[in-house]
């Protein structure tokens, strides 16, 4: 049964209807047209759906939107400030982070969030901390080269 749901999206409010059960992922895509954020598995094995709720990392594949409402829901799309791209996402453009694509989003946040709470990381750390994103193309190595330099750049923004 369809409910209507106030979502804080990038710092804007959405309302949407749907089902509560649904899951965040399909809602950001299907009715709010936010297709930065990927479906890879739909079983939060991949991370390429991954948003900030509340400043953590999300599997959105798994997040029943109705367990978002009222919560602060940061997307790729709402990373860039001001027309300035935020420092991890200049940082994966530099280090060319990237094959096809598919798993950056879901990267950027999670190595976003990582650098808020470890703004110094060794690469270790970094490798840790980005386990559980994959990347099938297999570009790992320049991705903890981006995030390496973000962080020497500073992540505060
Ligand atoms: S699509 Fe959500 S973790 Fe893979
Ligand atoms: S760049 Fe293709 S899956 Fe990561």
């Known amino acids: 049964m369809a409910n209507v749901i106030k979502l804080h999206v990038n710092g804007g409010v959405q309302v949407v209807s749907t089902d509560p059960r649904a899951s965040l992922l399909s809602v950001l895509r299907d009715q709010l047209d ?58 994966f453009l530099t280090e060319e982070a990237m094959q096809c694509a598919y798993c950056t989003s879901g990267m950027i946040m999670t190595a976003v969030a990582f650098l808020k709470s ?25 991705i903890v080269a981006a995030i390496q330099r973000a962080s020497h750049q500073g992540t505060q923004s």
Do not use: F
Request: negative net charge; proline residues 7%; contains cysteine.
């Open 34 to 91: 936010l297709t930065g954020t990927k479906y890879g598995c739909g079983e939060a094995q991949c991370g390429a759906c991954t948003v900030l709720i509340d400043g953590h990392p999300r599997r959105s594949c798994i997040t029943p939107v109705g367990t978002a409402a009222g919560r602060q829901i940061t997307t790729i799309e709402g990373l860039e400030q001001h027309g300035k791209l935020h420092p991890v996402q200049e940082a």
């Open 118 to 142: 470890n703004p110094s990381p060794t690469e270790e750390e970094i490798a840790h901390a980005m386990e559980g994103n994959i990347c099938r193309c297999g570009t790992y190595p320049r």
